[in-house]
């Protein structure tokens, strides 16, 4: 419904020459100066409700547009002011704030923060939608003190454990991290490191990763400690990856207390580490016996410093890749992976990720865990490793599980030179009934004909990972990430899948993004961004963010230092 301040006077005339008494529905001035009475309230919000959406839905949801404003304009401060006069009315109170939710008015901010003096089992409610439109409203710069304040003083005084206590925490945690301003920071890290019975521990996660979203270098000894905390009585329950996200986002000022973690000399991140492996003695003695302070510690630090990807960690990772505790130098030798390395030094991590391999047990365990590096290597996109894990398919002493996947990785980045090499290994392979896995290797052939065919033409790469075909869109993202480096088509096509529908695609497409867009990638920035928008709470995002976040965080740090 389109309209303008004209029609409005003409409806409030005509109103008055009718009746003398109500305003016409359509009429928002008139409605909002039915407001104050209370007979006639409930209706009168009814009624500028409509007039609202109808308004902002003609106008494309554009809450700028000319039309849309002048709606605002009349009704926003009337809304307001009513609920501030009636703190009694709750009904119509809280009709008045879901309003204001779809108005996201800076002007509507008084009643919003007297919403968040809510008042226990009378207004929570309100207290929720108020901090929910703060959350999803642009808080000009010089009111954010004050919402930061409110927010933090309706906070202080949630203690219990009930449903609304939980819905007020998360609706006032998610708001504090909407604001973009450091002064939230504080309050953020004190709900993130709290041990409370009456706090369920999901709060401690969630504010954990708003510290993220504020990118703020003074919740990093916070976030440090968030690596080791659990919930009380739950060491199984962590909140470990949501801290290292928000050490990841926070960028290079988290690398040297990573390297100091890492290297055993934070002596409070040893300490809650110890008491961390004091919990899981005294419910699983037998995983605790196995665990030491180096070996958590190593870990955490070593995942996080692999996700930053700073060259700066490549010798303290080399180090800790040497060490006997078989977690510590896998988690290191997977980490030097994702490191920006300079050219000279990249046959020391070639030779340092094979002897890790070479060290692993040949157990079941040791399976699994050579597997994983195996996939971390391809993921280099290293044609010097390339002979290597053929090497590992051709190896009929092997576990036939790590065969196999040797077999993919070598498919998924074979050039035509190497498509002829597996196509040699496929023909000396035994057939199934005599125990080999001929048919098996060979169910990679389509992707040795991808090969045959493209070969290193970028372009030709380009048109495969916009397949529709997950496997010919998998493997285009592969090549590209081995042959596409700089190429500015390459890297917009591999931005184009990471919103693709199959999640194998959108892995591919988003390690090889990493590898190639040496200088950072705004528009893969902006590409994940929308994601995390649309998706966040399914379950293709939780699947996804765990690498898409620490890529998004490389290449706006990329793009910032270049």
């Given at each position: 419904m389109k309209m303008r301040h004209r029609g409005w006077t003409v409806a409030v005339i005509v109103a008055a020459l009718s009746f003398g008494c109500h305003a016409a529905e359509d009429d928002p001035e008139g409605q909002a100066g039915e407001l104050a009475d209370p007979v006639r309230r409930e209706n009168a919000i009814f009624n500028l409700k409509e007039v609202y959406t109808q308004t902002l839905a003609a106008n494309g949801g554009d809450r700028n547009n000319p039309e849309v404003e002048a709606v605002a304009d009349v009704i926003v401060t009337p809304l307001t002011d009513t609920y501030l006069a009636f703190p009694e009315d709750r009904i119509n109170g809280l009709a008045i704030l879901d309003l204001l939710y779809?108005?996201?008015?800076?002007?509507?901010?008084?009643?919003?923060?007297?919403?968040?003096?809510?008042?226990?089992?009378?207004?929570?409610?309100?207290?929720?939608?108020?901090a929910q439109t703060l959350q999803v409203m642009e808080v000009p710069e010089g009111e954010r003190p004050n919402v930061i304040q409110a927010l933090a003083r309706s906070l202080e005084?949630?203690?219990?454990?009930?449903?609304?206590?939980?819905?007020?925490?998360v609706s006032m945690i998610r708001a504090l991290g909407s604001l973009d301003d450091r002064g939230a920071t504080e309050i953020l890290t004190v709900i993130a490191t709290k041990q409370d019975e009456n706090q369920?521990?999901?709060?401690?996660?969630?504010?954990?990763?708003?510290?993220?979203?504020?990118?703020?270098?003074?919740?990093?000894?916070?976030?440090?400690?968030?690596?080791?905390?659990f919930a009380p009585n739950r060491p199984d329950l962590r909140m470990n990856d949501v801290a290292a996200e928000a050490l990841i986002l926070i960028g290079r000022p988290s690398l040297k207390p990573l390297l100091k973690m890492m290297q055993g000399n934070d002596e409070t991140a040893n300490a809650i580490a110890k008491s961390y492996i004091d919990s899981i003695k005294a419910r699983r003695p037998d995983l605790a016996n196995k665990m030491d302070v180096r070996q958590v510690t190593g870990g955490e630090a070593s995942f996080a410093l692999g996700a930053l990807g700073f060259s700066e960690a490549l010798e303290p990772l080399l180090q800790e890749a040497s060490s006997s505790d078989t977690a510590r130098k896998l988690n290191a030798a997977i980490a030097l992976v994702r490191l920006q390395v300079?050219?000279?030094?990249?046959?020391?991590?070639?030779?340092t990720l094979k002897q890790v391999f070479g060290s692993l047990s040949k157990g079941y365990e040791g399976v699994r865990m050579r597997g994983q590096l195996l996939a971390a290597m391809a993921h280099t996109y290293d044609a010097e490793l390339m002979p290597f894990i053929l090497q590992q398919l051709n190896d009929k002493n092997a576990n036939p599980e790590l065969r196999l996947i040797a077999a993919q990785n070598y498919a998924l980045l074979a050039n035509k030179a190497d498509a002829a090499k597996l196509a040699a290994a496929i023909?000396?392979?035994?057939?199934?009934?005599?125990?080999?896995?001929?048919?098996?290797?060979a169910e990679h052939k389509p992707l040795m004909t991808l090969a045959e065919e493209c070969d290193t033409a970028v372009a030709c790469w380009v048109g495969k990972v916009g397949s529709a075909d997950p496997s010919t869109a998998?493997?285009?993202?592969?090549?590209?990430?081995?042959?596409?480096?700089?190429?500015?088509?390459?890297?917009?096509?591999?931005?184009?899948?990471?919103?693709?529908?199959?999640?194998?695609?959108?892995?591919?497409?988003?390690?090889?993004?990493?590898?190639?867009?040496?200088?950072?990638?705004?528009?893969a920035v902006l590409k994940i961004d929308e994601l995390r928008t649309r998706e966040e709470g399914?379950?293709?995002?939780?699947?996804f963010r765990v690498e898409a976040l620490?890529?998004?965080?490389?290449?706006?740090?990329?793009k910032e230092s270049g």
């Open positions: 779809e108005m996201q008015d800076r002007r509507s901010l008084p009643a919003l923060l007297d919403a968040l003096n809510w008042r226990t089992e009378v207004s929570e409610d309100h207290a929720i939608r108020a005084r949630i203690t219990g454990a009930r449903t609304a206590d939980n819905k007020m925490r369920n521990f999901l709060i401690n996660r969630l504010a954990a990763q708003q510290l993220g979203e504020l990118r703020d270098p003074a919740a990093i000894p916070a976030l440090i400690r968030c690596l080791f905390l300079p050219p000279a030094q990249r046959e020391r991590v070639r030779s023909a000396s392979e035994n057939p199934s009934e005599a125990g080999g896995y001929r048919e098996k290797f998998r493997k285009g993202a592969y090549m590209l990430g081995r042959y596409g480096a700089g190429n500015d088509q390459a890297i917009a096509a591999l931005v184009g899948q990471l919103g693709s529908e199959d999640i194998g695609v959108r892995l591919a497409a988003l390690m090889a993004l990493d590898k190639i867009a040496e200088d950072g990638s705004p528009d399914q379950s293709v995002w939780t699947m620490p890529v998004q965080a490389r290449l706006r740090s990329r």
